[in-house]
């Protein structure tokens, strides 16, 4: 199923979060990699799928000397925030975890993930 976002819905949705983050005198970072030694020597990016824009993506390669798991936290305008599958990677893998913003969401506002 194909469905089209109202354009200036999903601007102003951004502009209404934006306005509010700043309003409250912090900012969230739309990809943030976790701090401690699980994410030493782990490469991560979180993005939006190309054609849908409810659907968020991190991916990270484990570039450590042991194995680590991982998953996808994909922030949802007027939606709850939704997080993907974890993933175990061995030394040397790459991976990819996702999640689904919800139909009535305004889109995926940013990509995160957590190591462990």
């Given at each position: 199923m194909?469905?089209?976002k109202n354009v200036v819905t999903a601007g102003l949705a951004a502009v209404v979060s934006a306005l509010a983050l700043t309003a409250a005198g912090f900012a969230v970072p739309a990809q943030a990699a976790?701090?401690?030694?699980a994410a030493a020597g782990v490469d991560c990016d979180g993005w939006v799928h190309n054609n849908n824009p409810d659907h968020g993506i991190a991916g990270c390669a484990n570039h450590?000397?042991?194995?680590?798991t991982f998953r996808a936290e994909v922030v949802c305008?007027?939606?709850p925030d939704v997080s993907g599958q974890w993933v175990t990677l061995a030394p040397g893998q790459y991976g990819e975890s996702s999640g689904v913003c919800a139909i009535y969401s305004s889109g995926v506002g940013g990509v995160g993930w957590t190591i462990r």
């Open positions: 194909h469905r089209r976790p701090a401690g030694p450590t000397d042991r194995t680590v305008g007027w939606a």
